[in-house]
């Protein structure tokens, strides 16, 4: 046996034991479903590390490990370096104005909560649509994103790759709903978090530790501001300057801000969690998580330019580094892991698309909750299915295809949602026009400038254009209609803190989590500079006379904001938790 098909061997054994640990998983998982609030909800009693593991399993899919990766190794490894903390905030907005209500709501589903909160089945359904569209272009993504790595590593085709990807996570989610997705994503979180970690710290070990590494990129001449805060603009790229490039990557994260905070991947998993503290600690705990994993995954990406700088094409990096430089069971393990990625985020688009199409959609409802059960997985099958079939014959293209269909909720759900809680105004007809005109302003023009039938410019992305115009609509439209009592009525009991919540011993505790924020944005800043900062400016002669550090420079100042972001999402959930679940001294 060659030493080829024993490296390819290893691989794919890795990948195959996993497969079948998340299939055992969820078959055990399955058992326990008895009811339809076990199928969507997981029962609500998941606790904070089952709801973070399956946040951050859900959100990085593919288009973390492949498409951003690739995207960071061309060049923009110093932006999507500094920036994480951005984007990341989201998660503790998100819970605090909107998460934790949603929770106390008792929905089955986002649009659920949306039918409900506005008395209407049309919003229930316009939602469920978006939900349907949006969410199946997603789960096109990241199956294709799998079908890569199993072509990339037994050399069987695209097509079959596709074929196995598919029934692999639909065995683990069809038949145990959100109990299995919960199980089967945290257990995949702490797989590729321990492989994205391990493997940046043999590469960096491998090109002389963080500050030589950092040197070396900084110097890399095919790619000369790779580590800088812009990376590679100008021309050949998608910006003209910096200036551009930071109005795209200030709306793009923002939008991601929103997806994190309301979309329904990610908030459906407060109504999974065991009390309203799970979900103010888990958004916590995920904020940091993710923007850990991230730097690892991302680091490790840029510093693969220092083994191999011109992999084509760039999306394959980490199989390539996997395959080529880290040693075969460590690589092994981060192809594992990218594979977990890939499979997590498919079931949870794939058991929430299923979820609506059943309940949101249809809306087909029965006193049985047996036959209601067997409608749910036969709608989730079909759904599957057809998503398969369109993969099928739409060619690949991960990084793209995610930032078309992942940012559609920041348009057309963001600006509802928030309104949904804090707006004593918003009518049911002001929700519907407001879901419906901010998806159609984003998804068309982001549309005709995917084909080139237009140019936007950076500050006209599709993702502002929707949201603005969901804001306007949903404004204008319930400025001219009244809201129901129902509405009214329905709001005042979700601005109700039960009485079973407000506790101290666990307002303690969920106080600890979040200094923890503070924590960070002290630490973070320190190593930045020591790592980063310092070995970047020392390679591109920008050190002052007196050899110390410039300050001035858009590295520098990004790293110093870290702190602010921090205390801004310390400062809301602390007076979350004060004002509402901290007893009342006597």
């Not at 609500?44 to 399993?57: E, F, K």
């Not at 099928?392 to 348009?411: D, E, N």
Request: net charge neutral.
């Amino acid at each position: 046996m060659s030493s080829a098909w024993q490296a390819m061997d290893i691989y794919t054994t890795a990948i195959i034991i996993s497969i079948v640990v998340y299939i055992a998983v969820g078959n055990y998982a399955g058992r326990s479903v008895k009811r339809l609030d076990d199928y969507y909800v997981a029962g609500r009693r998941s606790p904070t590390l089952l709801i973070v593991g399956t946040l951050i399993a859900s959100v990085l899919s593919t288009n973390a490990f492949l498409g951003e990766t690739g995207f960071v190794y061309s060049g923009q490894a110093g932006p999507y370096l500094l920036f994480p903390p951005t984007a990341a905030l989201g998660y503790i907005f998100g819970a605090v104005f909107f998460g934790r209500y949603l929770r106390r709501s008792q929905a089955l589903t986002v649009a659920d909560f949306f039918g409900q909160r506005f008395n209407s089945q049309r919003v229930q359904i316009v939602a469920g649509i978006t939900i349907v569209l949006a969410l199946g272009g997603y789960l096109l993504a990241v199956t294709q994103g799998a079908a890569v790595i199993l072509q990339e590593l037994t050399g069987i085709s695209y097509h079959a790759g596709l074929l196995i990807a598919w029934a692999s996570y639909t065995l683990f989610t069809l038949y145990s709903g959100s109990k299995g997705v919960v199980l089967t994503d945290t257990i995949m979180f702490l797989l590729f978090t321990a492989a994205a970690f391990f493997a940046l710290y043999y590469l960096v070990d491998l090109n002389g530790g963080w500050s030589t590494s950092v040197y070396q990129l900084a110097q890399v001449d095919s790619k000369p501001d790779l580590l800088s805060w812009h990376g590679e603009v100008g021309e050949g790229t998608v910006w003209a300057n910096p200036t551009e490039y930071l109005i795209w990557t200030l709306i793009i994260d923002f939008s991601w801000g929103l997806v994190y905070a309301v979309s329904p991947w990610q908030s459906s998993r407060h109504l999974m969690a065991r009390d309203e503290h799970v979900v103010l600690r888990s958004s916590i705990w995920a904020c940091l998580a993710l923007i850990l994993v991230q730097i690892f995954l991302y680091a490790g990406a840029s510093v693969v330019n220092l083994s191999k700088p011109d992999i084509t094409p760039p999306e394959h990096t980490m199989i390539w580094a996997a395959k080529n430089v880290l040693p075969e069971l460590l690589g092994a393990l981060l192809l594992a892991g990218i594979m977990a990625a890939a499979l997590s985020s498919a079931s949870t688009f794939l058991s929430l698309v299923g979820f609506s199409t059943n309940n949101d959609v249809l809306r087909i409802r029965s006193d049985d909750q047996q036959y209601q059960l067997q409608l749910s997985r036969l709608s989730m099958l079909l759904v599957g299915f057809l998503a398969l079939l369109v993969s099928l014959f739409f060619p690949p293209s991960i990084f793209w295809l995610t930032y078309f269909v992942g940012t559609v909720f920041a348009s057309a759900w963001g600006p509802v949602a928030f309104m949904s809680i804090w707006s004593k105004r918003i009518t049911s007809a002001g929700a519907f026009w407001g879901i419906t005109s901010g998806f159609l302003a984003n998804v068309i023009p982001k549309f005709c400038d995917f084909m080139q039938w237009i140019d936007l410019p950076a500050y006209l992305d599709p993702i502002l254009i929707g949201a603005v115009v969901s804001l306007v609509v949903t404004i204008s439209v319930s400025r001219r209609g009244e809201v129901s009592l129902a509405e009214q009525q329905y709001r005042q009991k979700l601005h109700t803190t039960p009485i079973e919540e407000r506790n101290n011993k666990r307002a303690s505790t969920t106080t600890l989590s979040a200094f923890c924020l503070l924590a960070y944005g002290v630490l973070m800043p320190v190593l930045y500079y020591q790592w980063y900062i310092t070995p970047y400016q020392s390679a591109g002669n920008q050190l002052l006379a007196d050899g110390s550090v410039n300050w001035h420079t858009g590295e520098a100042m990004i790293i110093l904001l870290t702190p602010v972001w921090m205390l801004l999402g310390f400062t809301v959930a602390l007076w979350c938790i004060r004002r509402d679940y901290k007893l009342s001294a006597r």
